[in-house]
């Protein structure tokens, strides 16, 4: 499965966030280290839902970049 990820840089470090996967969550210290855990942290996340019995939601997020004047 493929799922849309959000990856923010902030002062010291970078956030990622999973819009499909409320509550999955990673932080590092570089991009692709964030990149990394987020992969993890969905594996992680996907595993527990299986465990549990609840249905894992489908990838329905996209990503578009839109510009304008600035």
Do not use: N, W
Request: glycine share 10%; proline share 6%.
């Amino acid at each position: 499965m493929k799922y849309a990820v959000v990856v923010e840089e902030g002062p010291t470090s970078f956030g990622a966030h999973v819009p499909d996967l409320p509550g999955c969550i990673a932080a590092g210290e570089s991009r692709e280290e964030v990149i990394q855990l987020i992969q993890e942290a969905i594996e992680f996340h996907i595993g527990g839902l299986k465990a549990s019995g609840a249905e894992i939601p489908a990838a329905s997020s996209s990503v578009e970049f839109v510009h304008v004047a600035a």
